[in-house]
C-alpha cells in the first residue's frame, strides 16, 4: 500500500539527507531546502534523521493516506489539516487507511516536509534517494502518483502524540537576520561595499529555486570585476556577478563557480533563509566567524535528539 498523490505542489520531490562524495564528479549533494524541518519530521515519524521525506514548496497540495501509518509535517507556510479538520506541525500523528491530507499554502514560509514511518522507499541514485532532475534523477512528483509506506509496527504506534517544544523550533521569520562567513574574495570588493551587504536589506528574487535563492538590494561593486578561475563551491555560499546582485548557493547547486564570493551563510541559518519569500521577505546580514557559528551548530544539533517530548510529559508534572 502507499500515498497517492491527488494533488502536487509546484516544487514536490523526494529528498533524503543528500548524496555525499560525488561533487567532484559534478554532482550536487541535494538534500532538503530546510534541512533542520526535515531532519524533524524524520526524528517524529521515528526515523533516522536522513531518510526520505516528500519536499513541498511554494504552493498547495493533497495526498490521500492508502495504509495506516505514523506521520508528521515540519516546516512553515503551511496549514496541516486530515480529513477537513486542522492538525498540529511539528507533532507526530497516526493516520488511517483513506485519511486524505491537504497541506495548504499560507504566509509564513515556503518549504514543508512531510515524513513517513519507515520513510519512502523510492529509487536510489548514487546512494541516496534524493530527487535531482537536471541530471535525470528521478522526477518531481505529480498527480496520480504512489509512494510505497511501510506496515506500521505497534512500537511506532506509540510514538504518536510527540512534538518539539516551540522554544525548540526555527525562529522563522519574514525578517531574518542571517549569519555569514566574510570571505573568501573581501580584497574583491570595495570596503564601502562589504560594510554595505552588512548594513543593507534584500529581498528574494522570483528566480529563485533549488540551485540558487537571487537577492535584490543596492548592488555591490567590484575592485577588479566579478569573473574569476573556477573553483568549488559550497552550500549557502554567496556569490556576486558582475550585476552585483548576490546569488546564495543552495542544495541543488553547481559544485564550482566562477564569480567572486563575499561569504557563506551559517549552516544554522540556512532554514531561516529557505523558508523566505519571494518579493516578500526582508533579508539582512550579520557577520559571524567560524567558531561562533560552528558552536550553533552543535547546539541545534544536541538539541535535535534531547528536545522530542510526549504529550504524556506534562501531564506527568501535575
Known amino acids: 500500500m502507499s500515498l497517492y498523490v491527488e494533488d502536487a505542489a509546484l516544487i514536490m520531490s523526494v529528498q533524503d539527507a543528500g548524496r555525499t ?4 564528479f559534478g554532482m550536487p549533494v541535494s538534500g532538503p531546502m530546510d534541512w533542520r524541518a526535515h531532519r524533524s519530521a524524520n526524528l517524529l515519524a521515528g526515523n533516522s534523521g536522513g531518510s526520505a521525506c516528500i519536499e513541498i514548496g511554494f504552493s498547495s497540495c493533497q495526498v490521500i493516506i492508502e495504509r495506516d501509518t505514523l506521520l508528521s509535517v515540519c516546516g512553515a507556510g503551511f496549514n496541516l489539516s486530515v480529513n477537513g479538520r486542522e492538525l498540529p506541525m511539528w507533532t507526530a500523528a497516526i493516520a488511517k487507511s483513506g485519511d486524505i ?3 495548504e499554502k499560507i504566509d509564513g514560509g515556503s518549504w514543508v516536509y512531510l515524513a513517513v514511518a519507515g520513510g519512502f522507499e523510492t529509487p536510489v541514485w548514487l546512494d541516496s534517494r534524493s530527487v535531482f532532475p537536471r541530471a535525470g534523477l528521478g522526477h518531481l512528483l505529480t498527480a496520480g502518483e504512489r509512494l510505497p509506506i511501510s506496515v506500521l509496527s505497534d512500537q511506532k504506534r506509540l510514538l504518536a502524540g510527540r ?9 522563522y521569520s519574514q525578517t531574518p537576520t542571517i549569519s555569514v562567513i566574510p570571505g573568501p574574495h573581501q580584497d574583491r570588493f570595495t570596503a564601502e561595499t562589504f560594510e554595505a551587504f552588512f548594513r543593507e536589506e534584500y529581498r528574494l528574487s522570483h528566480q529563485s529555486d533549488r540551485m ?6 543596492k548592488p ?9 578561475v573556477s573553483q568549488g ?8 556577478p558582475a550585476d552585483g546582485q548576490p546569488i546564495v548557493m543552495m542544495p541543488d547547486h553547481p559544485t564550482t563557480g566562477g564569480y567572486t564570493s563575499i561569504g557563506t551563510i551559517a549552516r544554522a541559518d540556512l532554514p531561516l533563509l529557505a523558508q523566505a519569500q519571494p518579493e516578500r ?3 539582512r546580514f550579520r557577520r559571524v566567524d567560524t567558531t561562533t557559528a560552528a558552536q550553533e551548530l552543535l547546539r541545534i544539533n544536541q538539541s535535535l535528539s534531547a528536545d522530542i517530548f510526549s504529550q504524556e510529559d506534562s501531564w506527568m508534572g501535575l
Open 101 to 103: 491530507l491537504r497541506l
Open 220 to 228: 555591490l561593486a567590484h575592485k577588479r570585476g566579478a569573473d574569476l
Open 21 to 24: 562524495g560525488y561533487q567532484r
Open 212 to 217: 540558487g535563492y537571487r537577492l535584490k538590494g
Open 163 to 171: 512534538s518539539f517544544p516551540l522554544t525548540e523550533r526555527p525562529a
Open 281 to 283: 521577505s526582508v533579508i
Open 233 to 240: 563551491m559550497a552550500l549557502g555560499q554567496i556569490q556576486v
